[in-house]
């Protein structure tokens, strides 16, 4: 199993197909080359995570035979970064972990990741350095939400309490945006669809990790077991969905999102090809920027899990601090 150390090596790799880039090997080292054949990126095998190749392009043995010797995930990606193909580099066998998940029906865990996530909004609005009464009652009132998570509660009553603090939420952190809700994958604004492309990118590496340390994806704790969703990834990006929501409020106030990076589709915006690099290329460092800290958080939920430790005893993430 993958150390912290080791991990700290491990670099993810982006190709965009699109833009004429591909890929070669030169004995255990992957070379990516521009469409002059120039090298732009050379590096060994060893210290791959995860390899996104965004755009069409094609995927030949030699890396997937690769990828299983070496441990590293693939994901073919569209130019709005949804999935077109996946090539998990799964520790395989852990049977007693995947047996305590399937056995595991305390909510406490459920708990534990809605309690996170509103610690990591509420860090996000008290960063604010003007506070106007509406996001001072906003913060409060999250507080309150907060509080009520240490009490018995169904599932029902936590998901209402995650939604009632992220409508709050929401509507204060994007404050000088004019802001219609969040409306996950409808695309109805840019800011919603940079949200989506967001947290997809932030879904692959909480992926990719977990992987390393053989979950089963598809049961999660807080949620449930949904035909083809993996539900555990979802449950662990809960605490970090704010990195997502702080640099792309940053990019909007720098001015970086331009409505004629867009198209309109079917009432959808969604990303040019062109533009992709370029928002990439500052929404996806805010994520690598925590990478430690995500890899942290798994690893010790991980051995507290295993451990049978109380749910007190589980770190949590404390937004763009670390974990304690």
């Known amino acids: 199993m993958l150390s912290y150390p080791d991990f700290k090596t491990k670099k993810l790799i982006i190709i965009f197909a699109n833009e004429g880039e591909h890929f070669s090997f030169k004995n255990d080292n992957l070379l990516v080359k521009n469409r002059d054949d120039e090298i732009i990126l050379q590096d060994t095998c060893h210290r791959i995570l995860s390899l996104w190749i965004v755009g069409h392009g094609s995927i030949t043995t030699g890396l997937l035979e690769r990828s299983k010797r070496f441990g590293f995930s693939i994901y073919h990606l569209n130019i709005n970064f949804r999935p077109l193909g996946v090539w998990n580099a799964v520790t395989e066998g852990n049977?007693?972990?995947?047996?305590?998940?399937?056995?595991?029906?305390?909510?406490?865990?459920?708990?534990?990741?809605?309690?996170?996530?509103?610690?990591?909004?509420?860090?996000?609005?008290?960063?604010?350095?003007?506070k106007s009464d509406e996001l001072k009652d906003a913060i409060k009132k999250i507080t309150t939400y907060l509080s009520q998570l240490s009490e018995p509660l169904t599932l029902e009553q936590m998901m209402g309490i995650e939604g009632n603090s992220a409508r709050l939420y929401f509507k204060n952190w994007f404050d000088n945006i004019e802001w219609i809700g969040r409306k996950p994958r409808t695309k109805c604004n840019p800011i919603n669809t940079l949200l989506d492309i967001g947290y997809t990118q932030l879904f692959y590496f909480i992926e990719a990790l977990l992987n390393l340390f053989g979950f089963d994806l598809y049961k999660g704790f807080l949620h449930q077991t949904f035909y083809q969703r993996k539900s555990l990834v979802c449950d662990f990006q809960e605490p970090f969905r704010p990195i997502v929501d702080k640099v792309i409020k940053h990019g909007f106030n720098l001015g970086q999102i331009k409505e004629e990076d867009f198209t309109i589709r079917q009432g959808q915006y969604q990303l040019s090809f062109k533009a992709a690099r370029q928002y990439t290329a500052w929404i996806l460092p805010a994520i690598l920027k925590e990478k430690d800290h995500i890899f942290l958080y798994i690893q010790n939920f991980y051995r507290s899990f295993m451990r049978d430790r109380p749910i007190e005893d589980y770190s949590h993430y404390y937004f763009l601090e670390g974990v304690k």
Request: aromatic share 8%.
């Open 95 to 130: 049977t007693l972990l995947r047996q305590k998940q399937y056995l595991h029906t305390d909510l406490d865990l459920a708990a534990f990741f809605v309690a996170n996530k509103l610690k990591s909004q509420l860090a996000l609005l008290k960063s604010t350095r003007k």
